[in-house]
């Protein structure tokens, strides 16, 4: 669906972290409702890895692929991994999907919409907010948007050691639009803060989507930002009816409240950046775990993981809080 597709997993460590938790989010909601029942939309990318592991651990049966690009949908009909997995006769857009499918209230859905693409972030928001009027309670929507506050730009007339902030507010004033969360500040821009803005934007697309509905409401259930080259806001929330003893019911039933990720407001998201560590380097951290705080692992390897010290610190207590969903990777010889 789009260029970031074109990357394989394995180059994406912090965006694969995002997808096992995403997949341990939806195991606790399967404890409520049964995902394998669900129909699961996303982009699928030349090498549907997504799917795979929707089927594989989910058990999902019904699979629908999002995609624009002629090359990328001839990939996927060379790399089919399961038969499920429908990718249509040709190229389409995620507009034209969420124009033209019903989303039937008997069926379930789990969407992923997975843009990359910094310069249509308002018409990604506009298409959330298509789909939030069109879902059904206990229907999933996960979005992952660009946040990399460089692409914003900079006013180009002035020298590169100049703030850039002035022209990034602006300039996301105007991308945003309607989905403003607030009048955007050069607070709101800053590297730190512009994916907590993103999100509050998303929200309020969600939102707008759903204000004809007063039979439902959207419950945020996790927020994240990584990056494996530029910044990317990641956000979950589930179509819930609009009433407090069945909202209730489902988080008690899902027992989602013991889920250490839980985010429940989306005040701001949680970075799940972790170290780029050699194989030895990643075994010698967990030999010292759990006993070993990231400064004694620090002072014991003699060197620093990222570019200075605070950095390290930060990405390892990181990696010590998401190590059950980080991936190993390998070289395998056929």
């Known amino acids: 669906m789009s260029n970031g597709n074109q990357i394989a ?6 965006k694969t972290v995002d997808r096992n938790l995403f997949v341990d989010l939806l195991n606790k909601i399967n404890n409520y409702k049964n995902i394998s029942d669900y129909i699961y939309v996303g982009f699928g990318g030349p ?21 624009i690009i002629e090359n990328t949908h001839k990939r996927q009909k060379f790399n089919m991994p399961i038969s499920c997995i429908d990718i249509g006769d040709g190229p389409h857009t995620a507009q034209d999907f969420l124009t033209n499918y019903h989303f039937k209230k008997r069926s ?15 018409q990604q ?20 948007l660009n946040a990399h506050a460089e692409t914003l730009g900079r006013d180009n007339s002035l020298p590169y050691s100049a703030s850039p902030h002035a ?16 009048p955007i500040q050069e607070k709101h821009v800053t590297t730190k803060a512009y994916p ?21 409401s959207i419950q945020p259930l996790s927020s994240f930002i ?24 489902f988080f008690k039933g899902s027992r989602l409240n013991n889920w250490p990720f839980l985010n429940k407001l989306w005040d701001k998201p949680k970075d799940i950046s972790i170290p780029v560590m050699s194989l030895k ?42 190590q059950r969903a980080i991936p190993w990777f390998s070289k395998v010889q056929l």
């Not at 997993?9 to 912090?14: D, E, G, T």
């Not at 609009?242 to 909202?247: E, G, I, L, R, T």
């Open 281 to 322: 380097e990643r075994l010698e951290i967990e030999a010292k775990l759990p006993n070993s705080t990231p400064e004694e692992i620090i002072d014991s390897m003699g060197f620093f993981l990222a570019d200075s010290e605070p950095h390290t610190i930060k990405q390892l207590r990181t990696f010590i809080e998401y």
């Open 167 to 182: 022209f990034r507010a602006n300039a996301l004033q105007d991308i945003l639009d309607v989905y403003a969360p607030h």
């Open 226 to 249: 990584y990056a494996d080259g530029q910044t990317m806001l990641t956000a979950t929330a589930i179509i819930l009816e609009n009433n407090h003893s069945k909202v209730e019911r």
């Open 196 to 216: 907590t803005t993103l999100l509050h934007a998303l929200d309020k697309a969600m939102h707008m989507g759903i204000r004809t509905r007063p039979d439902i």
């Open 108 to 122: 379930r859905h789990i969407v992923w919409l997975d843009y990359t693409l910094p310069s249509e972030i308002n």
């Open 125 to 144: 928001l506009g298409e959330i907010e298509l789909l939030c009027n069109n879902l059904n309670p206990y229907d999933i929507i996960k979005v992952t």
């Open 9 to 14: 997993y394995h180059l994406r460590p912090n």
């Open 47 to 67: 090498f549907l890895e997504d799917f795979k592991v929707m089927h594989t651990i989910l058990k999902i049966k019904k699979m629908i692929s999002l995609e």
